[in-house]
């Protein structure tokens, strides 16, 4: 899944520079004061999430099957994959370039979380140590984006460095459909972006180096879907992952024979999944997801990305879909439609929390809704209304380890609080909306302009 631009910074951050358009208006005194008042001196220290306690999946293992196979034996364009491709035996990572400084920990917490959730035998070696199964390079995002411009960061197979990949890159070298077993692999990520971005993109990139290389919209709980929702992985990609390198499964197998041994191998890892009822779910139209991708991707005009996010929400509704996908649409017109016509934006946000709180209840994709449904609320004067949607947003984003979305979700917080008068409790929340802004927005100049633009909501 080659991580687009889009997936890795614009879903968690579109709220304040569209919500300026409909909001009171501020003197420019006022947001100084503020801005001031709050970033006087250092930032505090970069906040961390502390280990990882993911959900086990609750769907059934015959809908989790069904997932696996199309997962493992397509590409996202659609290609069949013919044959099962895989790691055989012990696994190396070893990383290159100019690595920021939060690039190991957050690696070497990734491969302990593979190693004792996915039972997969990984580990990371010095770049002195020899040829390494995995290798990821960090490289300036510019220069990336020179020679592969709407990818954020993304995974080859037959490569070591970026070097081989500019050298191999109009060959079949790099056709995931021609590998038979995988040896060596590569993984590109910007050196200049936000920790949280790198760490992202090491999640996505390093479990599609292992395991699946296709996405699909319809997953409500995993990092293998384009919706951008989840940025770590899930226990459900762990439980695929595991699935991916267990015993019964070998390089070269057919989807035929993979899904004969499926069913024994996930009544063996997951047993909880044999009790649940199964959910049929329709498959994704591949005019749905054209739609989708006109609508949030670039180089296309605003008019034209808000009909692509209308004929979304029409092709989901004709096709029955009652589930994220909808709700998924819902967002994106609802994100499209904030500086053009609040009302209209509004109505769609609530729409989407509707459907993702009833299929999705407390998850990660209504909290991304409720944080700008709270902006809207804090921009109207309606300050407990958006204590009330940032209360129930936080323990999600939390979860799942979003700290822009926790940064931003706590500095809204901090404004509301001070227009209902706990100034002390404003300033607490506030300090720590910064600490979670180091990690998720990077540099102190835009943690400082995000705490701005949520400061001029406040009527």
């Given at each position: ?61 015959s809908e989790i099957a069904a997932d696996f196979l ?191 041994r499926l069913p024994g191998i996930l009544a063996r ?56 996908r909808l709700g998924f649409s819902f967002f994106a ?127």
């Amino acid at each position: 899944m080659s991580r687009r631009i889009l997936r890795a910074s614009a879903l968690p951050l579109v709220l304040a520079l569209a919500l300026g358009a409909c909001t009171p208006s501020v003197s420019t005194s006022a947001i100084a004061e503020r801005r001031a008042d709050t970033l006087a001196g250092d930032l505090p220290g970069m906040n961390r999430f502390a280990g990882s306690a993911p959900m086990a999946p609750g769907r059934a293992n015959s809908e989790i099957a069904a997932d696996f196979l199309d997962l493992a034996f397509a590409m996202e364009s659609g290609r069949p994959i013919t044959g099962m491709s895989r790691f055989e035996g012990p696994i190396t990572v070893t990383v290159t370039g100019t690595p920021p400084a939060t690039l190991t920990a957050d690696l070497d917490a990734l491969i302990a979380r593979l190693r004792a959730e996915a039972g997969i035998d990984i580990a990371r070696i010095g770049a002195g140590d020899g040829p390494a199964g995995i290798t990821i390079e960090t490289l300036p995002r510019a220069r990336m984006q020179r020679v592969v411009p709407q990818a954020a960061c993304f995974v080859v197979p037959r490569v070591s460095s970026w070097g081989e990949f500019r050298r191999a890159r109009n060959s079949r070298d790099l056709d995931w459909t021609t590998l038979a077993a995988r040896e060596r692999v590569a993984v590109f990520i910007p050196s200049d972006v936000s920790p949280q971005e790198v760490r992202d993109c090491l999640h996505e990139e390093v479990a599609q180096a292992l395991g699946p290389l296709n996405d699909l919209y319809r997953l409500p709980d995993s990092v293998f879907n384009d919706d951008n929702f989840h940025a770590v992985l899930t226990g459900f990609d762990m439980l695929v992952l595991r699935a991916y390198y267990d015993r019964e499964l070998a390089t070269g197998m057919t989807r035929a024979e993979v899904s004969a041994r499926l069913p024994g191998i996930l009544a063996r890892l997951n047993p909880r999944g044999e009790r649940a009822s199964r959910t049929t779910v329709r498959a994704t139209s591949r005019a749905w997801i054209d739609a989708i991708e006109t609508a949030l991707g670039p180089g296309t005009s605003e008019a034209a990305r808000i009909q692509s996010a209308e004929r979304a929400v029409t092709i989901a509704r004709n096709a029955g879909w009652d589930d994220t996908r909808l709700g998924f649409s819902f967002f994106a017109l609802g994100r499209l439609t904030l500086s053009r016509d609040a009302d209209r934006s509004v109505q769609a946000f609530q729409t989407a929390a509707a459907i993702f709180e009833r299929d999705a209840p407390g998850g990660i994709q209504l909290a991304h809704v409720d944080m700008q449904l709270a902006a809207f609320s804090l921009s109207a004067g309606r300050a407990e209304e958006a204590l009330r949607l940032t209360t129930r947003a936080i323990p999600a984003a939390t979860q799942a380890q979003n700290a822009a979305l926790l940064s931003t979700l706590l500095m809204i917080r901090a404004e509301a609080l001070q227009d209902v008068g706990r100034a002390s409790e404003a300033r607490a929340v506030r300090l720590d909306s910064l600490g979670w802004g180091r990690y998720g927005f990077g540099s102190n100049a835009a943690v400082g302009a995000r705490l701005t633009e949520v400061a001029a909501l406040s009527p």
